[in-house]
């Protein structure tokens, strides 16, 4: 029997950026999966990258990185935690991976003398990379970065128009998110810019299927009307989207206004009656105002744009609302807490009933988040750290001892006592893209700890994203310093997870554990940390 094509949805936006692309593209897998569909998901970023590893935080967001050790766009993340779903490398296309393969291929003689072009070149490269990702599936979400008319994104635009053309009639839809702005003065909104984004896509030669128009309050229906007649898309297919409680929330408004059954229909899917009872659940708890809040102290180097730290506060969020409690996070500048001029930790720790360190990298304010840690640890404040947050407490815990001048190689890699260091491989790549440990890597348990005990195990797997590790030379001094080593690369023997000694709550991993934290599944790790502020 033929194998059925798979059919694909490609997501693009007009207007404006940061109209959520991604949470649209998210919610759609969400419900077609929902339907029993094999569902796989792409983001193909514009940008001269290949990947997101070296893109500033401060200015692009958190870098996802996957099981398989791709650093990519924060998109990722909320494809993984709507879909419930460990996606790969596959999953992220970056222009800059093209145009590196593309090239090397001439280079090699792969285009056997040919003039190598845009089309059919580049845009053939990126119909390969799309359809690789889609093999097995029964639909595959491709999200274009930017927006209709930037000109980084054309080669991807004219790629996916080719693309549809080559799937045939019925196997591809295009869904298009517009911003539908409300104008005070004449107490109206105004359809002119999604008419105008629409206007721009077609120009392309692609015609939208479906609209997502979204609004910061919500739009009457006559605007679905007035966006059909000027867009060419049928009313049943345009969506309202204003803005909501939760991000979890769209998938729900989605299925309400009919847009997965259009979706369905179009592409001549066959599905199963959609199952969300459990998103609904989630829905409900995130939306619960719970009679307790607990308030947790981020304490971070990156303020300019909170999405650096997305998956963290994500993470947070959903073990607070499993625990049946309120969560109220306050922003705490390391740089501020950083040297010895800085304010001191229980200054900045006021009113919190934990504090979270989470990653990151460079040596400004790392001092800053030393002294939370030893803080924390002196004082028995629940302290969850995460990679740098790890690293960062055992300087603290070290110094605690007595190693009063206890460092990371990070700060200062000619120090006498760094306990955290680089380790060989990594010398003279501290600058590099895709070089640090990357990707899921094993952890075993000591059977006793509180880590394990949260896992209900004592094999598990997380994700990492990190050049620098605790020395080994100065493991044994731990139990000293207020801390114990209970987790442990198997095939590297290097610390994966400290714990305080007799501390309300101390935990600290190598790993990123919110890479893994789902919605509807908190990671064990948050939800002993949230647990322990309760207590």
Request: charged share 20%; with cysteine.
């Amino acid at each position: 029997m033929a194998k059925r094509p798979t059919k694909y949805v490609f997501v693009t936006g007009g207007v404006l950026s940061g109209l959520g692309k991604g949470i649209t593209a998210a919610s759609i897998g969400n419900l077609l999966k929902a339907r029993g569909l094999n569902v796989n998901i792409q983001k193909c970023d514009p940008y001269l990258n290949v990947d997101a590893g070296t893109l500033n935080p401060a200015e692009h967001g958190e870098c996802y990185v996957t099981v398989d050790g791709a650093e990519t766009d924060l998109d990722l993340g909320h494809y993984e935690r709507f879909l419930d779903q460990e996606l790969t490398r596959t999953s992220s296309l970056m222009s800059g991976r093209v145009l590196q393969q593309v090239i090397d291929g001439e280079r090699s003689g792969d285009y056997l003398g040919k003039t190598v072009q845009f089309i059919p070149h580049v845009t053939d490269a990126i119909q390969k990379q799309i359809q690789a990702a889609a093999e097995g599936y029964d639909i595959h979400i491709v999200e274009i970065g930017g927006t209709v008319g930037d000109y980084e994104g054309l080669s991807f635009l004219e790629a996916i128009r080719e693309l549809s053309f080559q799937a045939g009639e019925g196997n591809s839809l295009f869904v298009h998110v517009v911003y539908l702005p409300y104008l005070g003065a004449s107490k109206e909104f105004k359809t002119k810019p999604a008419q105008n984004a629409v206007k721009d896509l077609r120009g392309l030669g692609i015609s939208p299927d479906v609209l997502v128009v979204r609004s910061e309050e919500p739009a009457e229906e006559s605007v679905v009307r007035k966006l059909s007649l000027f867009s060419g898309v049928y009313p049943n297919a345009i969506s309202l989207l204003p803005n909501a409680k939760t991000i979890y929330e769209v998938p729900l408004t989605l299925e309400d206004t009919g847009i997965a059954q259009v979706i369905v229909d179009k592409l001549s899917l066959k599905s199963k009656r959609p199952s969300l009872s459990s998103w609904r659940s989630v829905v409900e708890r995130a939306t619960t105002n719970y009679e307790k809040t607990v308030t947790v102290g981020l304490v971070a180097k990156y303020l300019d744009n909170q999405d650096t730290y997305m998956s963290v506060v994500e993470a947070l969020q959903s073990a607070a609302m499993w625990n049946n409690v309120n969560i109220h996070i306050k922003w705490i500048n390391a740089e501020k807490l950083d040297g010895a001029g800085g304010k001191p930790a229980s200054g900045a720790l006021k009113g919190c009933d934990g504090v979270v360190v989470p990653g990151g990298f460079g040596t400004r304010a790392l001092e800053g988040k030393i002294k939370v840690a030893q803080y924390a640890l002196k004082k028995g404040v629940p302290y969850l750290g995460l990679c740098l947050g790890l690293q960062m407490a055992v300087v603290a815990a070290a110094r605690n001892g007595g190693i009063k001048d206890a460092t990371s190689a990070e700060i200062n890699p000619n120090a006498e006592h760094q306990v955290i260091h680089t380790m060989a491989d990594q010398h003279g790549l501290e600058n590099t893209g895709g070089t640090m440990r990357l990707g899921n890597y094993n952890c075993h348990l000591e059977k006793s700890s509180r880590s394990a005990k949260l896992y209900g195990s004592t094999k598990i797997a997380e994700r990492h994203r990190h050049r620098y590790e605790c020395n080994n030379a100065y493991r044994d001094s731990y139990e000293g310093w207020g801390i114990r080593p209970v987790g442990i690369n198997p095939e590297n023997n290097l610390v994966e997870v400290i714990e305080g000694v007799d501390h309300p709550f101390f935990v600290a991993s190598q790993f990123h554990p919110e890479f893994s934290s789902r919605p509807n599944r908190p990671n064990p790790l948050f939800r002993g940390f949230i647990k322990a502020l309760l207590r």
